[in-house]
C-alpha cells in the first residue's frame, strides 16, 4: 500500500543553523502539507502546496519557513534559522485531488526535530 | 475563528468495554469530518471521514456519528482492545480549495486489561 515517507525519523540541530525535513508524498497525489505537534500539543496546520505554489499558510509559517518541491518526488521544508520553540515533530501529509469532498489526507511517520 | 473541541480531554477503560468520544465544531461551511488514530510518537491514521451529508460511517469497531446541525460528531468504540490505546483527534476541513484543516486536541485513550 502506497504510503508518505519522511526523512530523517530524528534531527537534532543548534539553534540558529537551517534544517531541511524531506517528505515524499504518495505518488499520484497533488496536495502537499507540513503539520507540526509539539510534544503534548495538538497537530497544527502549516502550509499546504499545490500546483507548485503556497495554497494557505497558518500564522505560524512565517518567513523562517519555507517549501519547496525540488523534483518530480520530494517536498521539503526549510526552517532557515532553527529557535528553541521549533522542537516538535513534524508531519508531511498528502492527498489525491482538490475539492474532492473526502480529499483524505495520510500522514508520514513524522520528523522530530530537537533543536538545542 | 475556527475551532474544534473534543471531550473528554483523556478517559480510561477496561478492556472489551465501549466508549464514545465527543467532537463539536464552529468550522462552516465544512467539507469534511475525520477521526484520526495517532499512537504515540506516530503520524495520524485516518479511521472514518464524513462529508456534511453523512450521519454514520462505520470502519470495523469504530462508528463516527455526524450532526451538521448541531455541529457535533462522535466517535465509538465497541469491544475495546488494549491495541486501541492512543489518542484520537477529530479533524474539520473548511470548503476551501486548499484544504486547510483544524485539528482538535484529541482525547487520549487508555484500554487496560
Known amino acids: 500500500e502506497p504510503e508518505v515517507t519522511q526523512t530523517p525519523s530524528h534531527q537534532v540541530t543548534q539553534m540558529g543553523q537551517e534544517v531541511i525535513l524531506r517528505c515524499v508524498p504518495i505518488?499520484?497525489?497533488?496536495?502537499f502539507y507540513w503539520y507540526r505537534q509539539i510534544l503534548g500539543q495538538k497537530v497544527e496546520f502549516l502550509v499546504s502546496?499545490?500546483?507548485?505554489?503556497?495554497?494557505?499558510k497558518s500564522e505560524i509559517f512565517d518567513d523562517q519557513f519555507s517549501v519547496e518541491r525540488p523534483d518530480g518526488s520530494n517536498f521539503t521544508l526549510k526552517i532557515r534559522s532553527t529557535k528553541l520553540e521549533d522542537s516538535a515533530m513534524y508531519f508531511c501529509?498528502?492527498?489525491?485531488?482538490?475539492?474532492?469532498?473526502?480529499?483524505?489526507?495520510?500522514f508520514g511517520p513524522g520528523t522530530r526535530l530537537t533543536v538545542l | 475563528k475556527n475551532q474544534v473541541e473534543q471531550s473528554p480531554q483523556s478517559l480510561i477503560i477496561l478492556e472489551g468495554k465501549n466508549c464514545t468520544l465527543q467532537?463539536?465544531?464552529?468550522?462552516?461551511?465544512?467539507?469534511?469530518l475525520r477521526w484520526y488514530k495517532q499512537d504515540t510518537g506516530r503520524g495520524p491514521v485516518s479511521l472514518t471521514i464524513m462529508t456534511f451529508s453523512e450521519n454514520t460511517k462505520s470502519n470495523g469497531r469504530y462508528t463516527a456519528t455526524l450532526d451538521a446541525d448541531t455541529k457535533q460528531s462522535s466517535l465509538h468504540i465497541t469491544a475495546s482492545q488494549l491495541s486501541d490505546s492512543a489518542s484520537y483527534i477529530c479533524v474539520v476541513r473548511g470548503l476551501t480549495n486548499a484544504g486547510k484543516s483544524t485539528f482538535g486536541d484529541g482525547t487520549t485513550l487508555t484500554v487496560k486489561p
Open positions: 501529509a498528502s492527498s489525491e485531488a482538490p475539492g474532492a469532498p473526502y480529499n483524505e489526507q495520510f
Open positions: 502546496f499545490y500546483n507548485n505554489e503556497i495554497s494557505e
Open positions: 467532537c463539536n465544531y464552529t468550522v462552516s461551511p465544512f467539507s469534511n
Open positions: 505518488s499520484n497525489h497533488l496536495y
